[in-house]
């Protein structure tokens, strides 16, 4: 299958910035895709998803963007809070049901 | 609501052996999949079940294997156990009718091979 890649694999901000996390992933028939956050020793956790007929997506404090245009997918954290800090993954559906996920961004919140 | 729960937590084990890891859906749901996660890369898909079936499969070898029981939960199974097999095995739940449907996490077995 085709791969889920991050264009930067540590992303450092301070207390109370937005953070933007990107993705670019490579698979045009893809038609799901679903943020996770990973803290150590932990699994991921379910963050927002968006489908692929839609360019954006808020929850609280997150939004995502979707650009099939270029295959880019953003995740937008408002006002970053040290809690924030973890690996954030983009998974893309390709197959029903069949996720793929990129090797994950690292996001350090400074106090 | 219970989430998705997995069992042992942690597991070591020696080359050559065979190990089983166990999963229990989040509440509601119906489909299992099953992820490994190497440190610090992301889950790979390896397979998944859904009416006691495996329905999908990634690019593992027959040494995974699976099984999903009436209540919906999982097994998965690692025979002949390589070095290389030492991650965290992750679990997934999803509602199989869903056409968006959620994945939802457990936190992991995580398998120490020496």
């Known amino acids: 299958g085709e791969s889920v890649g991050l264009h930067l694999p540590t992303l450092s901000v301070q207390e109370g910035d937005n953070s933007i996390i990107n993705c670019a992933y490579s698979?045009?028939?893809?038609?799901?895709f679903i943020w996770y956050k990973q803290e150590s020793g932990k699994g991921p956790q379910f963050i927002i998803d968006?489908?692929?007929?839609?360019d954006k997506r808020q929850g609280q404090r997150v939004t995502v963007l979707l650009n099939k245009t270029v295959k880019h997918l953003s995740l937008q954290i408002a006002a970053t809070q040290p809690g924030d800090s973890a690996v954030y993954f983009c998974?893309?559906?390709?197959?029903?049901?069949?996720?793929?996920f990129g090797s994950g961004t690292k996001l350090n919140v400074k106090p | 609501d219970a989430g998705v729960t997995q069992s042992p937590t942690h597991l070591i084990k020696t080359r050559g052996q065979q190990v089983t890891l166990r999963c229990s859906p989040k509440?509601?749901?119906?489909?299992v999949s099953w992820y490994q996660q190497a440190l610090g890369q992301g889950p790979q898909f390896i397979f998944q079940?859904?009416?006691?079936?495996?329905?999908q499969r990634g690019n593992f070898p027959d040494r995974f294997s699976g099984h999903q029981f009436p209540n919906y939960s999982s097994e998965l199974n690692v025979n002949a156990l390589l070095l290389g097999d030492s991650a965290l095995y992750l679990c997934?739940?999803?509602?199989?009718?869903?056409?968006?449907?959620?994945?939802?996490f457990g936190p992991g077995t995580r398998l120490t091979v020496l």
């Open positions: 698979n045009s028939a893809s038609d799901y």
């Open positions: 968006i489908r692929s007929n839609m």
């Open positions: 998974a893309e559906r390709y197959d029903f049901n069949k996720f793929y």
């Open positions: 997934a739940s999803s509602w199989h009718s869903s056409s968006y449907n959620e994945q939802f």
């Open positions: 079940y859904y009416e006691e079936e495996e329905r």
């Open positions: 509440s509601g749901h119906d489909t």
